[in-house]
């Protein structure tokens, strides 16, 4: 994988990979080497944004409720707007008690945690990071792969739920199969649109045909589809990853924190980790299937490496996680499944037909390319209309009457 | 097909008959977060469906009553602050209203103009905390209720300023106010009123009030029939929020309630909804008042001189008196023997008996609604328990 046409910086990553693996004579451990580079890298990485990502989560939750959120934690008296705060929640919570009930199940309450950081980070193997960055860039089938890994992480929460034995706990994990399952379909059938228009399950290949002369344009969220198809990836994200407003599993407001009511220390670190790699690695297929990958926006722009690019998007991504979770009040239960089956799948089984219509009238030109594009919002929006209009009936402001 | 759509609980019913599932028991409390405090209730869920809700409470039982009876009547009115402890002022008023009706004791004009602006003080900064902590059991992650708290500190603030203390004010006395109030103060309350708070309102209503998920979670949900609220003794925003118009202030018109111009705003739906948004108009309306009692309110004593405070022995008798408070109606019942404590002291709280009807209001609903519904009782545990 030479990259000698690429910048220097967009073959960085590469070169030192290289470099490293070339310091071992063996070929085997050389392959081994090979390997390892990579997942300590998105080890690295990824477990540092996940560090700053809470941080940064806390700041701006304070910024959003008219707070100033944590500012006092300092490293050798330097103080980063309390940027360290991270290191400082590590440690204490690996110094906490680890608290095991007494009725629990003890090997699956000390698996669960393992099982649920373990599943989140598989997701990341076969996410195209930049041009020439992915784990497992060679996988076809990298979509499926993604969604089976990334179901598997509601396995743990069942597990920790179940060995809790705590009947928050329980009804928690019910909530969490529950949610998943509905959730799972939309966030599916959004992702397929995708494959359809670049003809592979291959995300390196989604990402190229996402590629072109007109740059952010030829992103999918700007066609009438993705753009339909990135809102339903991104509230069945948010369900996915058990964020507000679908943050049942943890519904704190009546089930206490749910799965997490009998963890403490860092078995209760890790569940956060697991929830942010799951929240990035779904954040990373979001940027991956709609918003062009690690493509620039503009060709004027592609001298900032593809990776960076990914990141950005990423941290964005994120962002609006947070924002929504600053905003949101949490669903019901059955609301919650309402939303899925009556309005998330059935909008997203249509976006099936539109992206259809939209592949074949790919060559339609001048008076026929706008009618394309009505034809295709129109596809878009009066499902959207129709469907929320029956999701709402009987619900809206009223008015009062005064004695 | 919709959101606001009830659980129709019959279905559900079927539906697990054939599988014979268990009933599951869940104790919630009086360690839980959104109790409001130390009150439990014994939950008994099929599925997520509440099929008996048993109250507990008692927990912060403080013998009130019996405190009260072996004090001098001067020596209850600090007791008073601690019952309902967000709104100190409103207690603190009923127990000597109830005593001024005890011993004919006569309130100067303009300390009833400053208990009513305090009463209503006292009214918004209640349903400001109310209106926080209800969005917060629904879910918010603390954002409306940090909004909330932040005008209640405000509030907090001015009546620090007068009275001294924040929460705990001891501020009423028989037959008039502790201290008079500074026109400065009085300004001060009205632009806050007339700008800060009046944003927040606003806020609130450009916010909150239309969110759908606001709208699918309260509307529909907790409905208290109105008989069943007349039967069950339910007083203040939820009697109202059921569509009975019955306001104590306007009923009696006690104090000099009669003079100003407010309107009562009435439920159609007796939902959560609803009894939110009573919270919601009756800020508006307790902001009308305040200003109309600011633009009035007359030079004089604050205090009645005659009355006697230190000492009081009012003749045998009983007096019940009772005031609009913010959750409803707060009465003090007091039978006197002649001496200088009360021979029975009684506290009519409207936090316990609106509390009654929580299980009415949470069968066939799901797990999550219980909490919202508690919340939009607007419990104070330390008048429950007393």
Redesign the interface.
């Known amino acids: 994988m030479s990259a000698s046409s690429e910048s220097i910086l967009e073959a960085f990553p590469l070169t030192i990979r290289d470099w490293l693996a070339s310091v071992v004579p063996l070929d085997w451990l050389q392959w081994l080497i090979l390997s390892l580079i990579g997942i300590v890298a998105i080890l690295t990485v990824f477990g540092l944004t996940f560090a700053f990502t809470t941080v940064t989560e806390r700041k701006l939750l304070g910024r959003f409720q008219n707070r100033l959120g944590p500012n006092r934690v300092r490293i050798f008296g330097i103080r980063v707007f309390g940027f360290f705060q991270p290191f400082a929640d590590a440690v204490k919570a690996l110094t906490k008690e680890d608290i095991v009930p007494a009725a629990a199940d003890k090997v699956l309450h000390f698996l669960a945690p393992c099982a649920m950081v373990a599943f989140s980070l598989l997701g990341f193997a076969v996410l195209p990071f930049g041009k020439h960055l992915s784990l497992l860039s060679n996988i076809d089938a990298a979509l499926l792969y993604f969604f089976a890994a990334g179901a598997a992480s509601e396995l743990a929460i069942f597990m920790a739920g179940w060995s809790s034995n705590n009947k928050f706990s329980l009804i928690s994990s019910m909530r969490a199969l529950a949610q998943l399952i509905s959730y799972e379909l939309p966030l599916l059938l959004v992702a397929v649109p995708a494959v359809l228009m670049a003809g592979s399950l291959s995300l390196t290949g989604i990402v190229v045909n996402q590629g072109g002369d007109l740059g952010i344009l030829n992103w999918n969220v700007f066609t009438p589809w993705g753009f339909a198809g990135f809102i339903i990836f991104f509230i069945a994200a948010l369900a996915e990853c058990n964020r507000c407003p679908f943050d049942l599993p943890e519904g704190e407001s009546e089930i206490i924190a749910g799965y997490l009511t009998e963890y403490s220390g860092f078995k209760y670190a890790l569940f956060f980790m697991g929830e942010y790699f799951g929240m990035m690695s779904l954040s990373g297929l979001g940027v991956t299937l709609f918003l062009g990958g690690w493509q620039a926006p503009c060709a004027a722009l592609a001298f900032i490496p593809s990776y960076l690019w990914f990141y950005a998007k990423l941290i964005v991504m994120i962002l609006c996680f947070i924002w929504m979770r600053a905003t949101l009040l949490r669903l019901r239960m059955d609301q919650l499944m309402r939303l899925s089956w009556k309005f998330l799948v059935p909008l997203a089984l249509v976006n099936l037909g539109t992206v259809t219509f939209w592949k074949y009238t790919a060559d339609w030109e001048g008076g026929m390319l706008v009618a394309r594009w009505l034809i295709a919002i129109a596809l878009v929006i009066l499902p959207f209309i129709s469907l929320g209009k029956v999701l709402s009936s009987g619900l809206g402001p009223r008015k009062y009457r005064y004695a | ?5 009830p ?1 129709p609980g019959s279905t559900i019913r079927a539906v697990h008959d054939d599988f014979h599932g268990d009933l ?1 028991e ?1 104790s ?1 409390g009086p360690h ?3 109790t409001h405090g130390v009150f439990r209730m014994i939950v008994t ?1 099929d599925g ?1 469906v509440v099929v008996k809700l048993k109250p507990v409470f008692g927990y912060l039982h403080r013998n009130h009553e019996k405190l009260a009876e072996n004090n001098a009547y001067l020596a209850s009115i600090p007791y008073t602050d601690r019952l309902d402890y967000l709104c100190s002022l409103t207690n603190n008023w009923a127990y000597v209203h109830a005593v001024e009706k005890l011993s004919g004791i006569e309130v100067p004009e303009r300390a009833e103009y400053l208990r009513v602006i305090l009463g209503e003080l006292t009214r918004l900064i209640n349903h400001c905390c109310l209106v926080g902590f209800l ?9 409306p209720l ?2 909330s708290l ?1 005008e209640r500190e405000r509030m907090l603030d001015m009546i620090e300023a007068l009275t001294g203390s924040r929460m705990m004010c001891n501020f009423m006395r028989f037959g008039g106010l502790r201290t008079d109030v500074s026109s400065e103060w009085l300004a001060q309350l009205k632009t806050y009123l007339d700008t800060t708070f009046a944003r927040y309102l606003d806020e609130q209503d450009a916010l909150l ?9 309260t ?2 949900v907790g409905v208290l029939k109105s008989d069943l609220a007349i039967n069950a003794g339910i007083t203040g925003p939820m009697l109202r929020a059921s569509g009975i ?1 019955y ?1 104590i202030r ?1 009923v009696d018109k006690y104090s000099i309630y009669d003079r100003f111009d407010f ?7 007796s939902d959560t ?2 009894r939110y ?1 009573m919270r919601m ?1 009756e800020m508006h309306e307790s902001v009308k008042i305040i200003q109309q009692a600011i633009k009035d309110i007359p030079e004089g004593p604050f205090i009645d001189p005659k009355a006697k405070n230190r000492g009081l022995r009012p003749k045998a008798g009983e007096a019940y008196a009772r005031i609009e408070g913010p959750k409803g109606e707060i009465g003090f019942h007091l039978i006197s023997d002649g001496t200088g404590n009360p021979y029975r002291y009684r506290v009519r709280p409207p936090s316990l008996i609106n509390l009654t009807v929580l299980e009415d209001m949470c069968l066939g609903q ?7 519904i508690l919340g939009s009782v607007d419990i104070v545990l330390g008048e429950v328990d007393r």
């Not at chain 2, 969005?135 to 954002?143: A, E, I, K, P, V």
């Not at chain 2, 009030?209 to 979670?217: C, F, H, K, Q």
């Open positions: 097909m919709s959101l606001s759509e659980i599951l869940v919630m839980h977060p959104s869920l997520e969005l917060n059991d629904l879910g918010t992650s603390f954002t940090l909004y932040r009030t239309g969110n759908e998920i606001l709208l699918a979670r509307q529909g118009n306001d306007k309107r009562v705003p009435l439920g159609d739906h909804y609803d948004m108009l799901t797990l999550a609604d219980t909490v919202i």
